[in-house]
């Protein structure tokens, strides 16, 4: 399934940007913000759906995920600004956005900082400010404790040793597993290989890119979401235990006409199950 779609373009600070893409590259185009850890090849999963619905995917890696170079002391207002190079690049004037996971709060900041450019942002089980202690009650003890850290001790050098811990995991189908919902077990057992795939990808250049992401998600994300004015949808699974119904039920509070559709038995994988009704709600 995974498709190694390594695409290249400079960015005017000098930079270059790693992407894939896949579906329909003459399709309506809708931009894929992987989730943590993750990378550009997850978009891999969607290029038969995508190419039956007229969607040309484009999945960027974030610096330092992937092939992207690293951005030194980046935030998450900084990735809009990537993506709109992207999209002139590629001649695209109007795009949907998908945040999925991790990739969530950056659909966020892309519907607050350019709405203008933007048709649809769907956030997909997508990670809410963690530095808001009630948005962690849902979660297992152990996620709990694992966050409630960041709010008590250095963020950064934390951030960097949990990166550090999970990527000497990779080498353990197992320990994915660990923190599905029983919903998602069987679907990760089946995509074992290739989500394996796609997360050493994220650690290719190392731990310094991931590690910066789990700064900002737990970090004031410095922009307001009532302020956000573009579409937004939201999906989540009432059963994840990786991202609880709560943090949906939060931006569904917090971003004016944001609509919430909850999956009554199902987990953090209905980006992939639901990808049809997902992406044809994106574009239509």
């Known amino acids: 399934m995974i498709v190694n779609n390594n695409k290249l373009i400079p960015l005017s600070d000098g930079r270059k940007l790693a992407y894939a893409e896949h579906g329909d590259l003459k399709g309506k185009p809708l931009f894929f913000l992987h989730g943590w850890p ?8 969607y290029h038969t759906i995508a190419k039956k619905l007229h969607i040309r995917i484009i999945s960027p890696d974030r610096p330092g995920f992937g092939r992207s170079d690293y951005q030194k002391n980046r935030t998450l207002l900084d990735y809009p600004d990537d993506v709109l190079e992207l ?6 004037k109007k795009f949907a956005v998908m945040g999925v996971s991790g990739g969530g709060s950056y659909a966020a900041a892309c519907a607050y900082k350019i709405p203008n450019r933007i048709t649809k942002v769907g956030i997909v089980v997508g990670v809410a400010p963690m530095y808001m202690p009630d948005l962690l009650s849902k979660m297992p003890w152990l996620y709990r404790m ?4 960041y709010f008590k001790f250095p963020v950064s050098s934390y951030a960097g040793s949990l990166t550090q811990y999970i990527h000497s995991k990779l080498g353990n189908p197992f320990y994915y ?7 998602d ?6 995509y074992r290989r290739e989500f394996t795939t796609i997360t050493k990808e994220a650690f290719r250049q190392g731990i310094v890119g991931p590690a910066r992401d789990l700064v900002l998600y737990t970090t004031d994300w410095e922009f307001d979401l009532k302020k956000i004015r573009a579409k937004v949808f939201l ?3 009432a059963g994840d ?15 004016p006409g944001s609509r919430l559709t909850v999956y009554p038995n199902e987990g953090h994988l209905i980006s992939i199950t639901h990808a049809e009704e997902i992406f044809k709600e994106l574009v239509k």
């Open 177 to 183: 597993l660990s923190f599905l919902a029983n919903s």
């Open 241 to 255: 235990k990786n991202v609880p119904l709560v943090m949906g039920k939060y931006f569904e509070k917090q971003i």
């Open 87 to 92: 999209a002139d690049t590629l001649h695209i």
């Open 185 to 190: 077990q069987k679907l990760a057992k089946k």
């Open 235 to 237: 999906r989540y699974g």
């Open 146 to 149: 694992t966050w409630a850290c």
């Open 38 to 45: 993750g990378s550009r090849l997850r978009s891999a999963f």
